[in-house]
């Protein structure tokens, strides 16, 4: 081998190891997805959630939201899949222009694929009927806002709960399979 | 003027921001979220606070200038500055546009012309507070000094 390809050899699978390491430094890490057309709101969510330890992507639309999860129908080449990372949460402002937090709700538990995902919903209008509506079509959360630390915290409490349930879950499925295969 | 007496005059200030409600809790919230990872962080906010509300001001003024007043138009307007107004805790503001929006749903002309002419009044005022607030921060922080937010206490 030349000189040439060994040192590349060990550039890129030094390259890769910082890769693990990054990506299993950040497996608890909370990915928020957060919604809002105000840039002002956008940018106090960020810092919100950013605080409370969570990675966080913001958009300022619901269409932008869908495009960043891939339900837009638009066909993607296969294999970008590190370009978007897995969204653990979706926070979403309820009056947005085009396309409410509702419809965005809506298209969400239509999916298949995002279903599960838990999407909590901002107003600023602490109107029962709507929160109603809110809860009812599978929303986690309603915070009437402005969002405060303690509104984040809540979340962030729910999603660390809901993670130690998931494993708990697996833990508890692996042990049934062991008893069952002969 | 030496780092105590700046932050001594600085916690006066922002008291008197809260006491003639200019400013909410929301406020504070934003302060805690400011450390030494995001320094800026208030600044920031309420820099695009500013822009975000001129830009609103100014879409107000013309839309009423119309012979036929759209006031959905008005209104989406005036609900986007009462959001950011809360978010900021510019408590004036965001009541002037409580206020505003009862007139658009009267479909009230005068009322909205009226209640425009306080929103400027409102929201230039607390711009004026808080770019003092923010200069009296820079001085202190220029000085070697910090920013005593644990002196309030509410």
């Known amino acids: 081998?030349?000189?040439?390809?060994?040192?590349?050899?060990?550039?890129?699978?030094?390259?890769?190891?910082?890769?693990?390491?990054?990506?299993?430094?950040?497996?608890?890490?909370?990915?928020?997805?957060?919604?809002?057309?105000?840039?002002?709101?956008?940018k106090v969510i960020?810092?919100?959630?950013?605080?409370?330890?969570?990675?966080?992507?913001?958009?300022?639309?619901?269409?932008?939201?869908?495009?960043?999860?891939?339900?837009?129908?638009?066909?993607?080449?296969?294999?970008d899949g590190l370009d978007s990372l897995k969204v653990d949460l979706i926070i979403t402002d309820y009056c947005m222009p085009e396309m409410t937090g509702y419809e965005l709700l809506k298209k969400i538990k239509q999916s298949s694929t995002f279903r599960e995902i838990p999407v909590v919903i901002m107003s600023s209008e602490n109107i029962m009927a709507r929160i109603d509506r809110c809860l009812e079509e599978?929303?986690?959360?309603?915070?009437?806002?402005?969002?405060?630390?303690?509104?984040v915290k809540r979340i962030r409490d729910y999603m660390a709960t809901r993670d130690i349930r998931a494993r708990k879950d697996e833990e508890g499925s692996n042990f049934n399979k062991r008893e069952v295969t002969p | 003027m030496e780092v105590g007496q700046m932050q001594r005059t600085w916690v006066e200030y922002i008291k008197s921001?809260?006491?003639e409600g200019f400013l909410d809790s929301q406020f504070s919230q934003l302060q805690?979220?400011?450390?030494?990872?995001?320094?800026?962080?208030?600044?920031?906010v309420v820099t695009l606070f500013f822009q975000d509300s001129e830009r609103l001001l100014n879409d107000l003024t013309r839309v009423l200038e119309f012979p036929n007043v759209d006031f959905k138009k008005v209104d989406a307007h005036v609900h986007q500055l009462k959001g950011s107004s809360s978010s900021i805790g510019a408590q004036r503001v965001k009541n002037s546009c409580i206020r505003f929006r009862m007139f658009c749903e009267e479909r009230n002309i005068d009322g909205c012309l009226k209640c425009l002419q306080q929103l400027k009044e409102e929201y230039y005022t607390v711009k004026n507070?808080?770019?003092?607030l923010i200069r009296l921060e820079q001085q202190i922080v220029a000085a070697g000094g910090s920013i005593p937010i644990e002196e309030l206490t509410f």
């Not at chain 1, 599978?138 to 509104?151: H, N, Q, R, T």
């Not at chain 2, 030494?36 to 600044?43: H, L, Q, R």
């Open chain 1, 138 to 151: 599978g929303a986690e959360d309603f915070i009437v806002k402005p969002v405060k630390l303690s509104d």
């Open chain 2, 129 to 132: 507070r808080l770019e003092a």
């Open chain 1, 46 to 79: 960020e810092r919100l959630l950013k605080i409370s330890s969570c990675k966080v992507t913001a958009v300022d639309s619901g269409i932008r939201a869908l495009e960043f999860l891939g339900l837009d129908g638009e066909k993607r080449t296969s294999g």
């Open chain 2, 32 to 44: 805690l979220l400011q450390d030494e990872s995001n320094p800026d962080f208030v600044v920031e």
């Open chain 1, 1 to 42: 081998m030349s000189r040439n390809s060994v040192a590349s050899m060990r550039w890129r699978s030094e390259m890769i190891d910082d890769m693990i390491l990054s990506l299993s430094g950040d497996q608890d890490d909370v990915h928020v997805l957060a919604v809002d057309d105000s840039l002002v709101d956008r």
């Open chain 2, 17 to 19: 921001l809260f006491r």
